[in-house]
Nanobody, 114 residues
Framework: QVQLVESGGELVQAGGSLRISCAVS????????MGWFRQAPGKEREFVGGISYSGGTTYYADSVKGRFTVSRDSAKNTVYLEMSSLKPEDTAVYYC???????WGQGTQVTVSS
């Protein structure tokens, strides 16, 4: 079993920055590559970015490349999503997930005002 708790979502203005976190517990954190996903109202959940289990490789959706950064801290069992140059279309509930598993957190709401 894996427990995931996302936090840090809030209302920000367009062009602003925000870091959200995902605390992971239950199984060995370092065993999983981790991903961030988001779901906007009326849309399907989409992949945002991911990081390898070692943290050495990251990859991103084209829509966020150059603006978002995924990182992980093994000492804290936490994965982060740093977001900059935020746009109103980034508004969504953001979820983290150990890739290749069926576990999801409850999500954290990020709202970008124009």
């Amino acid at each position: 079993q894996v427990q995931l708790v996302e936090s840090g979502g809030e209302l920000v203005q367009a062009g602003g920055s925000l870091r959200i976190s995902c605390a992971v517990s239950g199984r060995t954190f370092s065993a999983y590559p981790m991903g961030w996903f988001r779901q906007a109202p009326g849309k399907e959940r989409e992949f945002v970015g991911g990081i390898s289990y070692s943290g050495g490789t990251t990859y991103y959706a084209d829509s966020v490349k150059g603006r978002f950064t995924v990182s992980r801290d093994s000492a804290k069992n936490t994965v982060y999503l740093e977001m900059s140059s935020l746009k109103p279309e980034d508004t969504a509930v953001y979820y983290c997930k150990p890739l290749g598993t069926a576990f999801w957190g409850q999500g954290t709401q990020v709202t970008v005002s124009s």
